[in-house]
């Protein structure tokens, strides 16, 4: 079982800039497995942010996301970061991070099997 807790989350400008964190804990070892970053904004579906790749040690994901937002993991510290840079209001959601077990590269929602409750960013204009 692999325990996720994500923080750092907050209200803020529009232009401003946050950073995520997202600690893990349990088995199998945080840095053996992909993790990605997911958002949810109201009356929306769940979509991919962000994913990093354990093996290549590799960000990937859409390009959209990649001109504002960066992803990158601290194993040491058993930790996923996302940077969000330049936000929007468009990004306000609550934002996800997840665990994928097994699986590599993959941006669906039903291949990751761990989740963590979620932190709120909220942008204003």
């Known amino acids: 079982q692999v325990q996720l807790v994500e923080s750092g989350g907050g209200l803020v400008q529009a232009g401003a800039s946050l950073r995520l964190s997202c600690v893990a804990s349990?088995?199998?070892?945080?840095?053996?497995?992909?993790m990605a970053w997911f958002r949810q904004a109201p009356g929306k579906e769940r979509e991919f942010v962000l994913g990093?790749?354990?093996?290549?040690?590799?960000?990937y994901g859409p390009e959209s996301m990649k001109g504002r937002f960066s992803i990158s993991r601290d194993n040491a510290k058993s930790t996923l970061y996302l940077q969000m840079n330049s936000l929007k209001p468009e990004d306000t959601a609550v934002y996800y991070c997840?665990?994928?077990?097994?699986?590599?590269?993959?941006?669906?929602?039903?291949?990751?099997?761990?989740w963590g409750p979620g932190t709120q960013v909220t942008v204003s204009s």
């Open positions: 349990g088995r199998p070892s945080f840095g053996t497995y992909d």
């Open positions: 990093h790749n354990w093996s290549a040690d590799s960000p």
């Open positions: 997840a665990a994928s077990i097994g699986i590599s590269w993959s941006q669906r929602r039903d291949e990751f099997h761990y």
